[in-house]
């Protein structure tokens, strides 16, 4: 038997290998004869550059760049196996976690950092780019990402603008003509799972300004400033980006790579799917498990476990979840692919302790799977 091991990570916990790794070292213990593929996923969200690395065999790239605030600090990405496409979380440049509470302000916080990222996964020769674009501390429409990569928004009175959502009403120019010339000549994909537009009641700054640190009056005029970034890309570039689904996505972002970048938006798995060869690997499977934290009834939008017991149910493979918890309404996946579904406690216990113990549980889990599959009934 041939068996597929393809989770999300535990969040807070074990990464999407480690995950895999336990399930399977639980299983060889009974079943030593089972071939295992273990394939590391994630959704475009925390722990995408890991999972694709591992399921590549490529390698990290550690960088410093400048943080949401302007300073300097360590960031990184990942390469995949062949050399030729670069994987970057810009929470690991222009992430919320980058800041304490106290500093989270969307006025001056700035992309520039995930330019920067980009600009150096240019420099190691990468052709493509797949960029997560959850967990921004920003919502200056993707300008600091365009000037990190030599693109110039001035003022009536031609001087440069400063960086945050803040200064984009002064934005009178756009001058494209510095953007890095690699930039035509690489595939950008960016995972986008929100269908936000850039403004409006369910845009980047009323949506997601006041968990930035906005209040009502500043995600008013951040809103308003968005606006005014949008319509002179309009008028100088041609582009239309207020209403594109996804423009909104971190703090006007996803508008910013689709208008200077010309990037594609798509839906996480399906990017972290294609890049791994999940569709093949699922195809050269008798079984598929895969998992993360919490299986419940939000797992069927646009969870891991849900896209890859989507794409096993379109080749007839069996799939198992496995899950740290599993909650209300994990029931209904059992009609969108899932044969079992297996909490990994056993034991009522506290968080901590599933914590702490959990590479411990996902083997006894593992060797659990490996007795039921030996039944003979």
């Known amino acids: 038997m ?44 925390e722990g995408t550059v890991e999972s694709v690395v ?38 690991a440049a222009s992430g919320i976690e980058l800041l304490v509470t106290s500093e989270r302000n969307p006025w001056v916080t700035s992309t520039f950092g995930t330019g920067q990222l980009i600009r150096h996964a240019l420099d190691r020769g990468c052709k493509k780019i797949l960029l997560g674009i959850g ?15 030599g693109v110039k928004f001035t003022n009536h009175a031609g001087a440069s603008i400063g960086p945050g959502g803040g200064a984009l009403i002064d934005v009178a120019g756009v001058h494209m003509d510095g953007l ?31 968990q930035k640190g906005a209040d009502q009056e500043m995600v008013e005029k951040l809103d308003k400033n968005l606006n005014h970034f949008a319509g002179v890309i309009q008028q100088q570039l041609g582009k239309e980006i207020s209403h594109l689904p996804g423009a909104g996505a971190a703090g006007g972002l996803g508008a910013g790579l689709m208008a200077f970048l010309g990037a594609r938006l798509m839906k996480g798995f399906d990017m972290i799917a294609e890049t791994v060869g999940l569709e093949e ?12 934290g919490k299986i419940d009834g939000q797992t069927r939008f646009g969870k891991t476990p849900f896209g890859v017991a989507q794409l096993a149910q379109k080749h007839g493979k069996p799939v198992v979840g496995v899950a740290g918890t599993v909650e209300a309404g994990a029931d209904l996946l059992y009609r ?7 909490p990994i406690m056993e034991m009522p216990s506290d968080l901590a302790y599933a914590i702490t113990h959990a590479e411990q549980l996902l083997e006894r889990t593992g060797e659990r ?3 039921m599959l030996n039944l003979e009934i």
């Open 2 to 45: 041939k068996i597929l091991v393809a989770p999300d990570s535990f969040k807070d916990c074990l990464s999407a290998r480690q995950v895999a790794v336990a399930l399977s070292k639980g299983m060889k213990k009974i079943s030593p004869e089972t071939i295992f593929d273990i394939a590391p996923m994630a959704d475009g969200g």
């Open 54 to 91: 591992d399921a590549t065999q490529g390698k990290l790239v550690q960088i410093p760049v400048m943080d949401p605030l302007m300073r300097e600090t360590s960031s990184f990405y990942g390469i995949t196996g062949d050399g030729t496409t670069a994987v970057i979380e810009m929470a």
């Open 135 to 149: 967990g921004s501390a920003t919502n200056d429409g993707g300008a600091g990402m365009a000037v990190a990569l």
């Open 180 to 210: 890095d010339p690699r930039i035509a000549n690489a595939e950008i994909l960016v995972a986008c799972d929100v269908s936000n537009p850039l403004t409006g009641p369910n845009g980047a700054s009323f949506v997601y300004g006041p």
């Open 281 to 292: 690997k699922i195809k050269r499977a008798d079984l598929v498990i895969t998992g993360e």
């Open 336 to 342: 969108e692919g899932f044969h079992l579904i297996m």
């Open 369 to 371: 799977i490996a007795r």
